[in-house]
């Protein structure tokens, strides 16, 4: 497992008891989001480029 950073080193910073249990869990969902616009090879999306995705929802 990696270290705290500095920032939670001595534990006194870290807001828990504004954290739900339930919600303190080691492997957190991570969303990613962008308005980039895809770049696509063979059908699948290989990453996003400079340019800002006209589709919006």
Do not use: H, W
Request: glycine letters at 8%; proline letters at 11%.
């Amino acid at each position: 497992m990696a270290k705290p950073p500095n920032l939670y080193l001595d534990g006194k910073n870290y807001p828990d008891t504004l954290v739900r249990l339930e919600l303190q869990v080691v492997s957190p969902p991570i969303f990613y989001i962008t308005d980039r616009e895809p770049e696509r090879e063979d059908g699948r999306i290989t990453g996003y480029g400079t340019d800002r995705n006209s589709c919006r929802t």
